[in-house]
């Protein structure tokens, strides 16, 4: 739908006309009293760029033409003058969808493939999906489904789908140049989408930044904080500066390596790291699994504090959040067997750390970055007190990427390891070749690949895989 004000959201079959204009469904929208040197005179919040000084929007903007003209497709050309994006100059930009799974067997559904969906009803925020063998296969007109009350759900009442959906980025209307463009290309704030407000694209934004017209903004508002400005605790503080002085030895190493000076040795910059999330939740033990262990002595609750660890990256002026971990910690006044352990519960990355190197020991400098984030983490609960550590990790599909396909839970024992870290620093920075028998992994390194086994190294370790890209 259009968006109040000056910004309009411009979904697909809303796309400029030949002649330059609008669909006239859609060019109604409340032109910002004032011309256009008073438009470019004011900042509104509704762009990241305004944040930028004139030499990075021009960076910007270099950087998206160069990705289009690498990646542009037939379908993303524009048919008609101005129907194109002013800045990355295509048409249609499309995400990946979202994967599908079985509900029953688990198996990732293909794209192109028929499945059947429960509808998304109010009160459930997930949907039951079926591929069509599975369908065929359940006897009976119901068939079971954990997101009904029943239990089940009947067949009649599933929509049949084809896996083909497209998600495409919306637009957005400049109100002095009246161009449009993506709102990706544009780093548009939907949250300041109103009428009372206008937005630049980016190149009125230099354009006033050339001419004089306006300042950049000097003081961030609340929208626009950047990661460093999120709260700091002191969980934060040891791995951000474990972090630096890691890459700091690691850079004064490959300038020994390669016999030049250290200032001449490029390293990772703008890290940020923060503890988004620290909160005391309770885990309730399932009703049934309790009433089969409560004459063990098994408690019925157990209370641990979650924390989210972000690992964040300034590229190009943005916060780029790279690297992802929950951890679940139940403390020493935590009921049996959860006492003093702790859960690695999720862990993930995004391939866009920079720079893309080597790091001193062979390692891609991106892998040694999570490994010393891992290791610190590790020496902080180690040093309060925990005793276990547990990581639950998904084994990788047969057409995923994922570099590894080991064993989908491991257990850390901690009694014989050395003061420093949980984790010995060979068992975590073990090539995973030493284990390629019993893992049958085919890579030289993973972010997560602790391949210790007893009968190789000694040790009453269990071998675990975390997949994770290096």
């Not at 703008?270 to 002595?297: P, S």
Request: with cysteine; proline share 5%.
């Amino acid at each position: 739908m259009p968006a109040a004000g000056g910004m309009q959201g411009m979904q697909q079959g809303m796309m400029p006309m030949a002649n330059g204009g609008m669909d006239e469904q859609h060019i109604k929208r409340v032109k910002q009293e004032g011309n256009n040197q008073q438009l470019l005179a004011k900042n509104t919040g509704t762009s990241l760029l305004e944040c930028f000084e004139l030499s990075q929007i021009r960076v910007h903007l270099d950087q998206i033409q160069t990705a289009a003209q690498q990646t542009k497709t037939a379908a993303q050309l524009p048919v008609n003058p101005g129907d194109d994006c002013k800045v990355c100059g295509l048409t249609k930009l499309t995400f990946e969808p979202p994967c599908i799974y079985c509900t029953q067997c688990g198996q990732r559904i293909k794209r192109g493939q028929i499945y059947h969906c429960t509808l998304l009803e109010p009160g459930c925020d997930f949907r039951g999906s079926w591929c069509h063998s599975c369908l065929s296969e359940h006897k009976g007109d119901k068939i079971p489904w954990e997101g009904n009350p029943t239990g089940m759900v009947r067949k009649a009442d599933l929509q049949k789908k084809k896996n083909d959906d497209e998600i495409e980025e919306g637009w957005v209307q400049c109100d002095a140049c009246e161009s449009w463009v993506h709102q990706i290309c544009g780093l548009f704030n939907k949250g300041k989408n109103d009428q009372n407000v206008h937005y630049l694209c980016p190149k009125c934004l230099i354009l006033g930044l050339e001419t004089g017209q306006r300042e950049g903004i000097r003081v961030r508002p609340q929208a626009m904080l950047e990661a460093k400005d999120l709260p700091q605790n002191n969980l934060s503080m040891l791995l951000e500066q474990r972090v630096n002085r890691k890459l700091e030895e690691d850079r004064q190493a490959r300038a020994v390596q390669q016999g030049v000076p250290p200032w001449e040795v490029p390293t990772a910059e703008g890290l940020t790291i923060r503890v988004i999330n620290n909160v005391i939740k309770k885990c309730e033990v399932k009703q049934k699994f309790y009433e089969a262990f409560r004459g063990d002595g098994y408690a019925e609750a157990f209370i641990y504090r979650q924390r989210v660890v972000i690992l964040f990256q300034k590229i190009d002026g943005v916060d780029v959040a790279l690297y992802c971990m929950y951890v679940q910690e139940y403390g020493a006044d935590c009921a049996p067997p959860n006492r003093n352990v702790v859960y690695l519960s999720y862990i993930d990355s995004v391939k866009y750390f920079r720079p893309e190197i080597a790091s001193h020991n062979g390692v891609s400098l991106r892998t040694y970055v999570y490994h010393q984030i891992l290791q610190g983490y590790l020496d902080y609960v180690k040093r309060l007190g925990f005793e276990q550590m547990f990581i639950w990790a998904c084994p990788p599909l047969a057409v995923s990427n994922a570099p590894c396909a080991a064993c989908s839970v491991g257990m850390l024992s901690i009694e014989h390891l050395p003061v420093v870290t949980l984790v010995s620093m060979t068992a975590l920075m073990l090539p995973c070749s030493c284990a390629v028998s019993a893992a049958g992994c085919q890579v030289g390194e993973c972010i997560l690949c602790v391949c210790v086994c007893s009968r190789a190294h000694g040790d009453d370790y269990i071998l675990y895989c975390h997949p994770m890209y290096c």
